[in-house]
């Protein structure tokens, strides 16, 4: 499967599905650029000029990676980890690094306890 995907990167092989022209946002260096996403077997393969089996015109449209949340009390929330999920999948957000340290101000002393 490494070697397919290569081939999908390098262009010598059709990609399953390509998001076309899209409006890349580069998060490690603050650039947007427009270009294609090439993805095989489920994997992002490249970025660049592909043709694919399927393809998504994404004119106009901006394409990002998921965000992280890198500090949440999820119990300060006052909700479900369940309905916090929700909300924050609707803004982008796909993983959090959640500090419980405040379980206590929620549950009392008795949540050290379990």
Not at 16 to 23: A, L, S
Not at 40 to 62: K, L, M, P, T
Not at 64 to 86: N, Q, T
Not at 90 to 107: M, Q, R, Y
Request: with cysteine; hydrophobic share 40%; aromatic share 8%.
């Amino acid at each position: 499967m490494l070697k397919r995907r290569i081939d999908v990167a390098t262009g010598r092989t059709p990609a399953d599905c390509v998001i076309k022209n899209g409006q890349i946002i580069d998060v490690f260096n603050g650039d947007v650029y427009t270009g294609d996403i090439a993805i095989a077997d489920g994997y992002f393969a490249g970025i660049g000029r592909y043709e694919g089996i399927s393809e998504i015109d994404a004119a106009g449209r901006f394409v990002s990676p998921s965000f992280i949340d890198g500090h949440v009390h999820i119990e300060s929330s006052m909700v479900r980890p369940y309905e916090l999920a929700k909300i924050l999948l609707l803004h982008g957000v796909t993983c959090v690094v959640a500090d419980p340290h405040e379980i206590a101000n929620v549950s009392g002393k008795r949540a050290w306890n379990i």
